[in-house]
């Protein structure tokens, strides 16, 4: 069955560093990658998606990510995080052998910005 | 309103009762998503509607769990004889329709089951 991996449960980060959030999925065939934001009290929300094309994909909120096809993966990065990115971030995938659209998400990563 | 709307937003019940989550999609979406969202946990898949096709079921627990999409627009998640384990966030979602878009998601129903 399709899965997804979240490798990180939490990332702690200072303010302005660098972060990656890390996610790996399972399938044998062509799939869609997407990720979303759940913001404190807020409902979820589309960061980025890859359809096809260019593997890096660009996101709002100056997030990227980067479809990786031979290591199955699509991670999240920012070169400068703020106190405002403090939230739990989701990785799903839909299409590829699930068969339909149905849309698969993983266990979440809760990144903590820390001045 | 513009946005994906759920009632009741908290739901308190009795183990044994049952209940009925509503969802109301965005007007014309013709693609609906339930999910569960456990303390801890990831979104799980629940249940998707789209359009007038059959319902991909596969993600129900089991089958106290049903669900329904009148006119392709209002859907009602039921749970029938709950339990505690049913304690939970349940999300609808809907989107434009096919995998590739963008799934525009309610602020859920808050579950406890006492």
């Known amino acids: 069955a399709q899965s997804v991996t979240q490798l990180d449960s939490q990332v702690p980060v200072f303010e302005e560093a660098p972060v990656e959030l890390r996610c790996n999925y399972s399938?044998?065939?062509?799939?869609?990658l997407f990720w979303y934001v759940q913001y404190p009290n807020q409902g979820l929300q589309l960061l980025l998606k890859?359809?096809?094309?260019?593997?890096l994909v660009k996101g709002i909120n100056g997030f990227e990510a980067e479809f990786n096809k031979s290591q199955t993966s699509f991670h999240l990065r920012k070169p400068s995080v703020h106190i405002s990115d403090t939230a739990e971030y989701f990785c799903?995938?839909?299409?590829?052998?699930?068969?339909?659209?149905?849309?698969?998400f993983g266990a979440g990563t809760r990144l903590f910005v820390k001045a | 309103g513009a946005g994906v709307s759920q009632s009741p937003s908290n739901k308190v019940t009795e183990k044994g009762k049952d209940v009925e989550l509503r969802c109301d999609p965005i007007?014309?979406?013709?693609?609906l998503y339930w999910y569960r969202q456990s303390l801890g946990q990831g979104l799980e898949f629940l249940i998707y509607?789209?359009?007038?096709?059959?319902?991909?079921k596969s993600g129900l627990p089991s089958d106290r769990f049903s669900a329904e999409r009148t006119g392709g627009s209002v859907s009602t998640l039921t749970i029938q004889r709950t339990q505690q384990e049913d304690s939970a966030v349940y999300l609808c979602?809907?989107?434009?329709?096919?995998?590739?878009?963008?799934?525009?998601f309610g602020p859920g129903t808050r579950l406890t089951v006492l």
């Open positions: 979602a809907s989107s434009v329709g096919q995998g590739t878009n963008e799934q525009f």
């Open positions: 399938s044998s065939v062509s799939v869609y």
């Open positions: 890859y359809l096809s094309g260019s593997t």
């Open positions: 799903a995938v839909s299409g590829g052998n699930t068969g339909g659209f149905k849309t698969i």
């Open positions: 007007s014309g979406h013709t693609a």
């Open positions: 509607f789209q359009g007038n096709s059959a319902p991909d």
